[in-house]
C-alpha cells in the first residue's frame, strides 16, 4: 500500500535549515510527484512545494529563495531542505502524494525553531 | 494561487443538529481529466487532519453516512446531518486539482 514515511530533527537553532526526508513505498517517485505542506498556528495549512515525477519542481513564492526539494529515485526518497529558519517556521512539516481519488500523507514532522 | 474561502470560521451546534459548511474557491477545481479534487478534512486539537470526504462527494472509509458532500466547479458544501460529541473540531477545505491549498478552517463547537 502507498505509505509516506518522514525523518527530521525536531528542533532547529533559528538562521539553521531544517532537513527532512520523506521515503516512500507502495509508489514510485517516476510516476508521481510529492508535495510538501506545513501547518503552523499563525498560518494555518500552507502549499510549500513540489517535486513532479520528472524530477522538476514548483515552489510557492513565498519560500522560493530558501526551499530547495530533491530526490533519489532509486532509493525512493524525497529531500526537503529549507534555510534560514525563524520562530514564525514553527510547524508540522508533511510530505504528501496526490492519486485519482485523495492525497495521502506523511506522518508529519513537528518542527520547532528555538534556542 | 487557488483561494479557498471557507465560512463560517466558528460553528456553534447543538448536539443532533445540522450542520453545515461552506467552500468556495477562486478559480474551477475541475481537473482537466474531469475529475474533482476538493476534499474535506476533520482536525482534532493534537492530531493531524482526518480525511471525511474525497473528490466532492466520497465519504472516505469507516466514515458515517451522517457526513455528505456536495457542490461543483467553485461551490462546495459539507453536512453533518445530526451532530455528534465526536464530530466536534476543526473542518478543512482542501483541494488538489490545482497544487494544494486549504480553506481557513471552520471550528465546530458545542452551542
Known amino acids: 500500500q502507498v505509505q509516506l514515511k518522514q525523518s527530521g530533527p525536531g528542533l532547529v537553532q533559528p538562521s539553521q535549515s531544517l532537513s527532512i526526508t520523506c521515503t516512500v513505498s507502495?509508489?514510485?517517485?517516476?510516476?508521481?510527484?510529492v508535495h510538501w505542506v506545513r501547518q503552523s498556528p499563525g498560518k494555518g495549512l500552507e502549499w510549500l512545494g513540489v517535486i513532479w515525477s520528472g524530477g522538476s519542481t514548483d515552489y510557492n513564492a513565498a519560500f522560493i529563495s530558501r526551499l530547495s526539494i530533491s530526490k533519489d529515485n532509486s532509493k525512493s526518497q524525497v529531500f526537503f531542505k529549507m534555510n534560514s529558519l525563524q520562530a514564525d517556521d514553527t510547524a508540522i512539516y508533511y510530505c504528501?502524494?496526490?492519486?485519482?481519488?485523495?492525497?495521502?500523507w506523511g506522518q508529519g514532522t513537528l518542527v520547532t525553531v528555538s534556542a | 494561487d487557488v483561494v479557498m474561502t471557507q465560512t463560517p470560521l466558528s460553528l456553534p451546534v447543538s448536539l443532533g443538529d445540522q450542520a453545515s459548511i461552506s467552500c468556495r474557491s477562486s478559480q474551477s477545481l475541475v481537473h482537466s481529466n474531469g475529475n474533482t479534487y476538493l476534499h474535506w478534512y476533520l482536525q482534532k486539537p493534537g492530531q493531524s487532519p482526518k480525511l471525511l470526504i474525497y473528490k466532492v462527494s466520497n465519504r472516505f472509509s469507516g466514515v458515517p453516512d451522517r457526513f455528505s458532500g456536495s457542490g461543483s466547479g467553485t461551490d462546495f458544501t459539507l453536512k453533518i446531518s445530526r451532530v455528534e460529541a465526536e464530530d466536534l473540531g476543526v473542518y478543512f477545505c482542501?483541494?488538489?486539482?490545482?497544487?494544494?491549498?486549504f480553506g481557513s478552517g471552520t471550528k465546530l463547537e458545542i452551542k
Open positions: 507502495g509508489f514510485s517517485l517516476t510516476s508521481y510527484g
Open positions: 482542501s483541494q488538489s486539482t490545482h497544487v494544494f491549498t
Open positions: 504528501a502524494r496526490n492519486s485519482d481519488d485523495y492525497p495521502y
